[in-house]
């Protein structure tokens, strides 16, 4: 009897000290964002000198010839003694396509000015105005060192390179962890800077420069991010572990879109009235003036829950502002459905946003006349705007830790606005952007 | 004024202290799909997505720049 407590204690005693190990990825605050540096892996199962891979490929399809992206990555971790464990990634994406240039449609053909070389393209009439000259090749490099200070203290340190043809972006940072409480709470920050370059064929147009008779400035412009993140970390119970992160980021410099246009239409009583407005025969459109800062703030709350059948919940919060005046909310919802050698997981997404201050879908002639307009753009991802995702993933547990998963899904952007005046009210200024997003990927 | 974010802190910290879990009680946690961001590719690529076509991005983790997709 007396050896048959004994086993058993060894037994959760060594069942405590792997399960320990794995712990820790669980309390880690992720710090992955845009940049796709992960402060930590999903779970630090190596043994030290061991190394883990994940692949994935992702295509995401606009409907309407809009934009699609392929987009594989490859990401290795290299496991060492005390915790400590390296992880390398790539990405390489291509987009083609094309975007919408901010212009309105007409019932008229446009033409508008490429932004190499001065050549032009057309837009047919009651068209949706579209930049067809969309294509670029996108390559990043990231790589993430994690490594516990003592058994309460632990850091991560990133470095992140990113280049197209029109833009690049360097940048570093880190993350400090503190456990406390027997490891159930952990508190962490972190800080990453980067340091982008735009350069798009030409130089950057001045802000609501007229597009026919630009003058380019024939240089690269650049901007400064710098994010912050507080994060909490707490394991509630047996089944369940919450998140909590305030973040804020902070852009400075160059933050136009080199590409977006505005459309001037006519205000002045008459036949054109809601149409382009023209001036020597020639349709007016600027490009667009965003502010040179920004700052955004960010609360960002995180729950997983599991139920007694082996199923999860995952559920998460955002809210979002910023100094431009936008405000947003984003809901995500999974379940993960055990099915024991393989999962299928359901996913809902809702996203809504408020537009920018300086957000208008057109220009007026008045205020084009008046000439003292400052900031605007019509980019609709700074309009009005919910969207919605819905998509389902399935994953097959393979033998010694090895997983093939696959996802498809729906996303759909509606947004709305001032539908304005005249000849304006009959065409489509607000068209919904429909998106297919699929991906394979294989953890080995 | 500097004293009520600490103030706040500490209280969050000293709730939290009630909370939790004994060591040998977290074989649920452990779980590769209990970790809070088990899967960063698919984040990762999630969050490339919506930063292309939101005017949102970050919360989870830093939501800086790297792209000129916005």
């Known amino acids: ?56 490929n992702l295509y995401y399809a ?41 212009a309105t449609p007409s019932d008229q053909v446009q033409t508008f000015t490429r932004t190499s070389g001065g050549q032009t393209y057309d837009v047919e009439a009651n068209d949706a105005p579209l930049y067809d000259g969309f294509r670029d090749t996108r390559v990043a490099l990231s790589a993430s060192w994690l490594a516990p200070l003592n058994r309460e203290w632990e850091y991560t340190a990133s470095v992140y390179g990113s280049s197209e043809f029109d833009y690049t972006s360097i940048g570093t940072g880190g993350t400090i962890k503190r456990y406390l409480n027997n490891k159930n709470t952990a508190l962490n920050t972190g800080l990453f800077v980067s340091f982008d370059t735009v350069n798009p064929p ?99 709350w995180q729950t997983k829950y599991a139920l007694e059948n082996g199923d999860v919940i995952d559920g998460s919060y955002r809210f979002m502002l910023d100094d431009w005046g936008i405000n ?6 999974r379940y993960r459905w055990d099915l024991g050698g393989s999962y299928i997981e359901p996913h809902f997404r809702y996203y809504m946003q408020s537009k920018a201050d300086f957000y208008q879908r057109y220009i007026g002639s008045d205020e084009y006349s008046a000439g003292n307009l400052t900031e605007a753009t019509a980019d609709y991802r700074l309009g009005d705007m919910d969207a919605l995702t819905v998509g389902m993933k399935f994953g097959w547990k393979l033998k010694n830790n090895k997983e093939i998963n696959t996802r498809i899904e729906y996303y759909l952007q509606r947004n709305t606005g001032d539908n304005g005046v005249g000849l304006l009210r009959a065409q489509d200024l607000y068209p919904d952007n429909r998106a297919i997003i699929f991906q394979v990927g294989y953890s080995f | ?31 590769e799909e209990m970790q809070l961001n088990h899967d960063p590719i698919e984040a990762s690529l999630d969050d490339h997505i919506y930063f292309s076509k939101e005017a949102s991005s970050g919360g989870r983790g830093f939501g800086g720049g790297g792209c000129g997709c916005n």
């Open chain 2, 1 to 31: 004024m500097k004293t009520i974010p600490v103030f706040v802190m500490a209280l969050l910290i000293s709730a939290c202290s009630d909370l939790g879990v004994k060591p040998w009680d977290r074989d649920i946690l452990a779980r």
């Open chain 1, 1 to 56: 009897m007396q050896l048959k407590k004994h086993n058993t204690m060894k037994r959760v005693k060594r069942l405590n000290t792997r399960e320990a190990k794995k712990i820790g990825p669980a309390l880690a605050a992720a710090t992955c964002g845009v940049l796709g540096i992960a402060s930590t892996p999903a779970l630090a199962q190596g043994e030290p000198g061991t190394w883990d891979f994940d692949v994935a």
């Open chain 1, 328 to 333: 947003s909310h984003t809901f995500d919802f």
């Open chain 1, 62 to 102: 606009e409907s309407d010839s809009r934009v699609t992206a392929v987009e594989p990555v490859f990401s290795a971790t290299r496991y060492f003694s005390d915790d400590r464990q390296l992880n390398l990634k790539a990405v390489f994406d291509t987009l083609t396509g094309a975007s919408p240039n901010g």
């Open chain 1, 202 to 300: 030409n130089g950057t147009p001045p802000p609501l420069a007229e597009m026919a008779r630009i003058a380019r400035n024939d240089s690269d412009d650049s901007k400064t991010i710098i994010d912050a993140l507080f994060g909490v970390t707490q394991v509630i119970n047996r089944q369940t572990i919450m998140q909590l992160n305030y973040s804020l980021s902070q852009s400075s410099g160059y933050l136009n879109d080199a590409y977006q246009l505005l459309s001037v239409i006519d205000l002045n009583p008459g036949l054109n009235y809601g149409g382009n407005f023209q001036v020597g025969g020639n349709n007016v459109y600027l490009y667009e003036a965003r502010p040179d800062s920004r700052m955004k703030h960010s609360i960002y």
